[in-house]
């Protein structure tokens, strides 16, 4: 099956080709000529040559959705080919448009969990030894938490290989999966079951459906006929196909085209619709109603798109703090040994006996130093040895007499001697 974003830029070269007023044959004859067109159009062009009509040689190629079938077959017999393809490449446009989207938003975590990564393997290869070898030459002990980050870098560092081809497998088969007939399925539930996909999907979904009817009733297709597209066009949308199978019912028994299809509508659209079909202009109002859902898509995806930068940053915040958290996990961790740093830095260090038994020598040492400690307190409070032993009490001390003024020196009559002095150097 040609992919959308091929599909688009042949439409639009078809559109292009059919207004420069060449005719068709001479437009796919120039079209398969060329380098980026030649591959899809090439069987197409031997069959148009041949006297084959446009659209039964396209659907020869069964590489074709019938939906872009059905617009070239009645613009064949309407003469407003490029007028269908202009809106059947409207409508694809606005597809691959979410779709980039969406995935310029998938972007951003890839980009965040790279650096986050990145930082990581920095802080603990080059920022962490820092801070831990200072703390291992001082003795302190460390728990084994202080290693966990320094032990996951290490891991991390020899098996990055496996994880990046592990990764990249993963991508691909998720890729795989997607473009694939269960993986397609699957998207089309979740647009209708998960609340945001539904947030995202929904009003995409109502413009595409809409303008597809508008497109085929333009076309001038039989009520019957354009169910059939609707249900191949739906082919992946679960849901959506349900509700066109019991739509294909009602109408074939008989119920108005708006009434049957009311169940793939909203309200207001279903009363427009209905109004719209009693005044026969039941294709210009689904047209006018799916430009209102496009605006409104547009208006949910820029919502989107501000929500996730926010979570984004909130992600961003959260790898920061797990770095700096990193950095300082041994350095809190050293706060007594703790378990839980955390707790540890709430409760600030735990005391020196707490974290160790003494041993005999150090118990008698700290005992001698009490004994003493207490005499010199004593001493300098007034007591004969203070408190001696760490249990003696203060004894009285006597005041003195004042000191009488002393009139004069006597040395009790003594006589002085025959020694006399000599200098320094015994001369």
């Given at each position: ?92 446009e606005a597809r ?192 006018s109603r799916a ?88 001493m300098m409070t ?46």
């Open positions: 099956m040609v992919s959308e974003a091929a599909l688009l830029d042949l439409s639009r070269a078809l559109v292009s080709a059919v207004r420069s007023g060449l005719p068709l044959s001479d437009a796919f004859r120039t079209l398969a000529s060329s380098r980026r067109h030649g591959r899809l159009l090439a069987g197409v062009s031997r069959l148009a040559a041949g006297g084959t009509s446009l659209h039964e040689a396209f659907a020869a190629q069964r590489a074709f959705p019938p939906l872009f079938i059905a617009l070239l077959r009645a613009g064949e017999e309407g003469g407003k080919t490029e007028e269908f393809l202009e809106l059947y490449a409207d409508c694809l691959l448009k979410f779709r980039r989207q969406l995935e310029r938003m998938l972007v951003y975590p890839l980009a965040v969990t790279v650096l986050a990564a990145g930082l990581f393997l920095l802080v603990s290869f080059k920022v962490l030894p820092l801070v831990m070898e200072p703390l291992l030459k001082s003795g302190a002990e460390l728990p084994p938490q202080a290693f966990l980050f320094a032990s996951l870098a290490e891991w991390l560092a020899g098996s990055w290989p496996k994880l990046l081809g592990i990764g990249a497998l993963a991508l691909l088969a998720l890729r795989v999966f997607l473009i694939s007939s269960v993986g397609r399925k699957a998207r089309g539930l979740a647009g209708h079951w998960l609340p945001v996909c539904r947030y995202a999907t929904a009003e995409l979904r109502l413009y595409y459906i809409y303008t597809t009817m508008a497109l085929l009733m333009k076309a001038g297709l039989l009520p019957g006929a354009m169910m059939d597209v609707l249900l191949q066009f739906s082919e992946d949308d679960l849901v959506t196909r349900g509700r066109l199978k019991r739509a294909a019912g009602e109408l074939a028994g008989g119920a108005g085209f708006a009434r049957s299809v009311a169940a793939v509508m909203q309200e207001d659209d279903r009363t427009a619709a209905e109004l719209a079909e009693k005044a026969g202009r039941l294709d210009d109002t689904l047209l430009r209102l859902h496009y605006d409104r898509h547009l208006h949910r995806v820029e919502l989107l798109m501000k929500a996730f930068n926010l979570s984004t940053l909130a992600a961003i915040a959260a790898v920061c703090f797990g770095l700096i958290l990193t950095v300082i996990w041994p350095a809190v961790s050293a706060l007594g040994g703790a378990k839980d740093p955390l707790k540890a830095l709430r409760a600030g260090p735990e005391p020196a006996a707490s974290q160790r038994a003494l041993t005999p020598e150090e118990e008698r040492t700290a005992a001698f130093n009490s004994v003493q400690g207490g005499k010199v307190a004593g007034g007591g004969k040895y203070g408190n001696e032993g760490g249990g003696g009490t203060k004894e009285k001390r006597k005041k003195l007499a004042p000191v009488v003024p002393m009139k004069g020196v006597g040395f009790g009559g003594g006589s002085p001697t025959d020694i006399s002095p000599t200098s320094a150097n015994g001369r």
